[in-house]
């Protein structure tokens, strides 16, 4: 594990990742999910990835990472710009996990990449079901209420709970981010992988990204939201199919 520091938006990050076979040509920047860090990552791909440079990293507010102020999510791109470019590191392939996926595809927008590979990533607002929406609802009268604050640990989201200030108010801007416009404009071919029974991002999600990509293709696999734990050797061989035998 290494760190450095790195300042963007006007701020210093210092920031933890790991470089794996830093000798290997191709390069890949792998980014993980939201209450997620770089190792969770690391122990689904690093075997299956050795012939390439691969870089993990904490995003900022995870796991070894700093951050200092309520950021969305091209805040945490320029950040991951702006590390990379500390660090000295070009990179051919991005691979994003849930909300990593939304910061790969800004990523996509800045920089044409060889390929880039999603995990069930956030970025599409679908319709709340009405269980959802009677839930908020109901909380908006109960914390007008005495004891107001007694009644939000029975509604915040499992994402945010031991949050600090500032993680919360990062997860307020960029839990309803709609990227739908940015997944349409990725240039790059893009590998869709998502799992079936995902209730944190729907199969659906995948089904629209895929509808809107320019060069998609979209494989939807047995697990939940974080499916990729069983399906890495799977997701590895369609890389090597996909982007590696064009090179």
């Given at each position: 594990m290494a760190k450095t520091r790195v300042y963007s938006n006007g701020y210093f990050y210092d920031l933890s990742y790991e470089?794996?076979?830093?000798?290997?040509?191709?390069?890949?920047?792998?980014l993980h999910g939201w209450g997620a860090n770089?190792?969770?990552m690391k122990q689904a791909f690093e075997k299956f990835l050795s012939d390439f440079k691969?870089?993990?990293?904490?995003?900022?507010?995870?796991?070894?990472?700093?951050?200092?102020?309520?950021?969305?999510?091209?805040?945490?791109?320029?950040?991951?710009?702006?590390?990379l470019t500390t660090i000295e590191q070009d990179i051919?392939?991005?691979?994003?996990?849930?909300?990593?996926g939304k910061i790969a595809t800004i990523m996509c927008q800045n920089s044409i990449f060889r390929?880039?590979?999603?995990?069930?990533?956030?970025?599409?607002?679908?319709?709340?079901?009405?269980?959802?929406?009677?839930?908020?609802?109901?909380?908006k009268?109960?914390?007008?209420?005495?004891?107001?604050?007694?009644?939000?640990?029975?509604?915040i989201s499992k994402d945010v709970q031991g949050m600090n200030e500032v993680m919360y108010?990062?997860?307020?801007?960029v839990v309803n981010e709609n990227f739908e416009n940015e997944f349409q404009k990725i240039k790059s071919p893009i590998l869709?992988?998502?799992?079936?029974?995902?209730?944190a991002t729907p199969l659906k999600s995948g089904a629209v990204i895929h509808s809107l990509a320019q060069k998609g293709k979209f494989f939807a696999l047995d697990g939940d939201h974080f499916f990729f734990l069983k399906h890495a050797d799977f997701i590895c061989e369609k890389i090597h199919e996909d982007f590696l035998k064009n090179d």
């Open positions: 470089l794996v076979n830093p000798k290997c040509e191709k390069s890949i920047l792998i770089k190792e969770l691969q870089i993990y990293l904490d995003l900022p507010g995870f796991g070894n990472s700093s951050i200092n102020i309520p950021i969305d999510s091209y805040g945490y791109a320029k950040v991951v710009e702006n590390f051919d392939y991005i691979m994003g996990h849930s909300f990593g390929g880039l590979i999603l995990l069930s990533s956030a970025g599409i607002v679908l319709p709340k079901s009405f269980k959802i929406r009677f839930k908020i609802a109901l909380f009268i109960l914390k007008n209420l005495p004891y107001g604050d007694f009644w939000r640990q029975f509604f108010e990062t997860f307020k801007k869709i992988f998502w799992g079936n029974e995902d209730k």
